[in-house]
């Protein structure tokens, strides 16, 4: 009977378009990995270098280059704004930030073009981080956040929601220390667990960070580098000084708001473009930085963008490198838009070479040839 031919070729069909790939649906962000706490350290303590993680790190990382500087606070760690004074000594080569306003030439301090805003959030993901993520997704801006791994680790979708809204994810160490009063293999520890927990986040490598507080010396740098980390600071006079929110007794936030007043007075006077300090840490900060971002985009000739969009890096992380051409673009140029890995697509999907019109058409030739 011809009836078995028939049954064949449409279960064949039915079989072919089930296994063809399908039209991705709107949806929310995909949840991160899972993780879990007990493979980091403890949070917001200084990491322990004889752990096994952090002694294989150090055997792949060559310190040699690392200057012999004096350790600040003599060598106490300070989990504050480091100090200059006893018992922190400073040398004449010390390329100190907090004491001497020093620049490396490969620390991104500020963004080449006049008008470039490098727009940057440290100390998160919070709770508060989501109210601010809506804010620049509002208004399509994207920024860098410098992020704590401690926070990572507690918050992961936070942060994901965040680096698939396309904003740039960067260290901010593991526990927020003055990393100058912190010996070489403390340093390293406390940026390689930050930059695993972000791996493990998101599924891509920073190659950007940020000193807590900007305390750098050439000896962090030279730290910093060896891990593959670019160090950024800010334009001292672009400090929002919004912890002042939570001081006591607190500023209002009319006081943050007059400081950004002051930036657009400023910034079109400039040589260059800049690069600021706020943080999304508390609700008050980020309450701050609403109105900010509301305001800004209303002045004329500002551009906001992520620190590596403002430098030209088109591959702000370790497994971009290479993919996109050049891991930077000409100084002044406007960086491409490359698909983040999160949207990219998905190498695991069958490639089938038919489409529903030619199976159609394969079928009605069958039937013909059975009569």
């Known amino acids: 009977m011809k009836i078995f031919p028939i049954i064949t070729i449409a279960l064949a ?38 752990s096994p993680q952090v002694q294989a790190w150090l055997k792949e990382i060559d310190l040699s280059k690392v200057p012999n500087l004096p350790i600040s606070n003599g060598g106490k760690i300070n989990t504050q704004q480091a100090q200059c004074g006893p018992p922190t000594v400073i040398q004449p080569d010390q390329g100190s930030w907090t004491c001497q306003k020093f620049t490396a030439e490969d620390d991104v301090a500020f963004c080449p073009n006049v008008g470039d805003w490098g727009l940057t959030y ?5 709770e508060s981080t989501p109210k601010l993520l809506n804010k620049l997704n509002e208004h399509k801006i994207k920024a860098t956040f410098f992020v704590v791994g401690s926070r990572v680790i507690n918050n992961p979708q936070i942060l994901k929601s965040a680096f698939d809204s396309g904003h740039n ?40 960070m940020r000193p807590p507080y900007g305390d750098t010396d050439n000896r962090v740098r030279a730290v910093a580098r060896a891990v593959g ?21 607190p500023k209002t936030v009319d006081f943050v708001l007059n400081t950004f007043e002051t930036w ?17 840490l508390y609700p008050q900060t980020v309450d701050a930085a609403v109105q900010i971002i509301d305001r800004a985009v209303k002045v004329p000739n500002l551009k ?22 050049n891991s930077t673009t000409n100084k002044g140029s406007t960086p491409g838009k490359s698909l983040p890995p999160s949207v990219s697509a998905s190498p695991s999907s ?20 059975l009569n």
């Open 169 to 208: 994810i960067a260290v901010h160490t593991w526990s927020h220390p003055a990393l100058t009063s912190l010996p070489n293999e403390a340093i390293v520890a406390e940026l390689k667990w930050t930059m695993k927990a972000i791996k493990d986040v998101v599924g891509v490598t920073p190659l950007y």
């Open 264 to 280: 657009m007075q400023t910034f079109p006077k400039l040589k260059t473009g800049f690069i600021v300090l706020e943080h999304d």
């Open 122 to 126: 440290d100390d998160g993901p919070s």
């Open 304 to 325: 906001i963008m992520t620190v590596p969009q403002c430098i030209g890096d088109n591959n702000p992380y370790l497994e971009l490198v290479g993919k996109n051409g």
């Open 229 to 249: 980390l670019k160090t950024v600071l800010w334009v001292p006079e672009f400090d929002s000084n919004d912890w002042t929110l939570t001081s006591n007794p």
């Open 13 to 50: 069909t039915f079989c072919v378009v089930k296994a063809s790939p399908q039209a991705a649906s709107p949806s929310s962000p995909a949840a991160p990995p899972p993780i879990s706490i007990n493979d980091y350290p403890p949070a917001d303590k200084i990491p322990d270098t004889n």
């Open 350 to 369: 069958p490639i089938i070479p038919f489409t529903v019109g030619s199976i159609i058409a394969v079928l009605f030739s069958s039937l013909l040839n």
